[in-house]
């Protein structure tokens, strides 16, 4: 009985922390959109991609690092103390949520991994000097993008290598490689498998300005990288103007014009305008990253040092749970 209802009471806080958080999260990413509309699009697809993920980050910390050591702290291993009704309903809630997370997340992960399968069958390993395998799929239409997480791998159709010059063809797998430096498709996964309920619409509208946004990122990443501007917005416009398939369930892969969000192809194409003019700044070649390793630090240093006089009081809500 103590581990079904160590389980019980995990599912239930967490349940009730991710519903809660993604209540309170609506109202802090509506915020974000107005407040970094004008910011530059890696930090605010870097807040908008934080902002979506912290009622999940919330829910595993208050469930794994408060919940279950205050049970395991204060509940006898010989307890018979059994499950209310209350409990029972938050708990099988609670792991519908996680199951529906979990199946979603396979679906995905089997359209990805399928999708993968007939690309590779249809291409062939081109010659290029990047630190990542480029594939020709010689019937893709309109196809380059990036696929994989821990194992990428660039795919580019024949008929794009046939209309891009050598110039703008290294742009866009420029433009590629940063959405590989900046593991898009591993955020990608996450934002979709905690997809947000459709009448939650404000964070449904976050997870389409991170795409945009993300999307700028590369594009200022590919020139950081030595990208011409003049290359990289003629390729973004010949790769725009080709007819792109519709498809049953997207993969997760990072395309250099996204079918879900090609609108955003003419602020892409005119930031780069404003660039070629001299009224854009263009980006630093080499930009330094936010190093998290001193705020981790922090933090676990304060919940060490606060863990043992925050567990009682825990362990009196979770009480009121079980009872």
């Given at each position: 009985?103590?581990?079904?209802?160590?389980?019980?009471?995990?599912?239930?806080?967490?349940?009730?922390?991710?519903?809660?958080?993604?209540?309170?999260?609506?109202?802090?990413?509506?915020?974000?959109?107005?407040?970094?509309?004008?910011?530059?699009?890696?930090?605010?697809?870097?807040?908008?991609?934080?902002?979506?993920?912290?009622?999940?980050?919330?829910?595993?910390?208050?469930?794994?690092?408060?919940?279950?050591?205050?049970?395991?702290?204060?509940?006898?291993y010989s307890t018979k103390e059994g499950m209310g009704l209350r409990l029972m309903a938050l708990a099988i809630l609670g792991a519908l949520?996680?199951?529906?997370?979990?199946?979603?997340?396979?679906?995905?992960?089997?359209?990805?991994?399928?999708?993968?399968?007939?690309?590779?069958?249809?291409?062939?390993?081109?010659?290029?000097?990047?630190?990542?395998?480029?594939?020709?799929?010689?019937?893709?239409?309109?196809?380059?993008?990036?696929?994989?997480?821990?194992?990428?791998?660039?795919?580019?159709?024949?008929?794009?290598?046939?209309?891009?010059?050598?110039?703008?063809?290294?742009?866009?797998?420029?433009?590629?490689?940063?959405?590989?430096?900046?593991?898009?498709?591993?955020?990608?996964?996450?934002?979709?498998?905690?997809?947000?309920?459709?009448?939650?619409?404000?964070?449904?509208?976050?997870?389409?300005?991170?795409?945009?946004?993300?999307?700028?990122?590369?594009?200022?990443?590919?020139?950081?990288?030595?990208?011409?501007?003049?290359?990289?917005?003629?390729?973004?416009?010949?790769?725009?103007?080709?007819?792109?398939?519709?498809?049953?369930?997207?993969?997760?892969?990072?395309?250099?014009?996204?079918?879900?969000?090609?609108?955003?192809?003419?602020?892409?194409?005119?930031?780069?305008?404003?660039?070629?003019?001299?009224?854009?700044?263009?980006?630093?070649?080499?930009?330094?990253?936010?190093?998290?390793?001193?705020?981790?630090?922090?933090?676990?240093?304060?919940?060490?040092?606060?863990?043992?006089?925050?567990?009682?009081?825990?362990?009196?809500?979770?009480?009121?749970?079980?009872?």
């Open positions: 009985m103590f581990y079904v209802l160590a389980t019980a009471l995990c599912l239930a806080v967490m349940l009730l922390v991710l519903v809660g958080a993604s209540l309170l999260c609506a109202p802090l990413a509506r915020l974000t959109l107005k407040s970094f509309r004008t910011s530059k699009p890696g930090k605010k697809a870097s807040l908008l991609f934080s902002v979506r993920l912290l009622p999940l980050a919330l829910a595993c910390v208050v469930t794994f690092g408060l919940a279950l050591p205050s049970f395991l702290e204060f509940e006898p949520l996680l199951c529906g997370m979990l199946a979603r997340g396979v679906k995905i992960l089997r359209a990805t991994t399928a999708t993968h399968r007939k690309w590779r069958e249809r291409s062939k390993k081109i010659d290029i000097a990047l630190r990542v395998p480029v594939y020709r799929v010689e019937d893709g239409a309109s196809l380059l993008a990036v696929t994989g997480i821990f194992r990428p791998r660039i795919f580019v159709a024949r008929e794009i290598t046939e209309i891009l010059s050598q110039d703008e063809l290294r742009a866009a797998l420029a433009h590629e490689m940063a959405h590989v430096s900046s593991f898009d498709n591993l955020k990608q996964l996450l934002l979709r498998i905690t997809r947000a309920p459709r009448w939650l619409t404000v964070l449904d509208r976050a997870d389409a300005e991170w795409t945009n946004a993300s999307e700028i990122a590369a594009d200022h990443g590919a020139l950081a990288e030595g990208a011409s501007v003049l290359d990289l917005s003629s390729a973004l416009i010949k790769v725009g103007r080709l007819k792109r398939p519709t498809v049953g369930r997207e993969p997760v892969a990072s395309h250099l014009v996204p079918t879900a969000c090609s609108g955003s192809l003419e602020t892409r194409v005119a930031c780069l305008s404003r660039m070629l003019e001299g009224t854009g700044a263009a980006p630093a070649r080499s930009e330094k990253r936010t190093s998290l390793f001193l705020p981790v630090v922090i933090i676990l240093a304060l919940y060490l040092a606060c863990i043992h006089a925050v567990l009682p009081a825990v362990h009196e809500a979770l009480e009121f749970l079980v009872r």
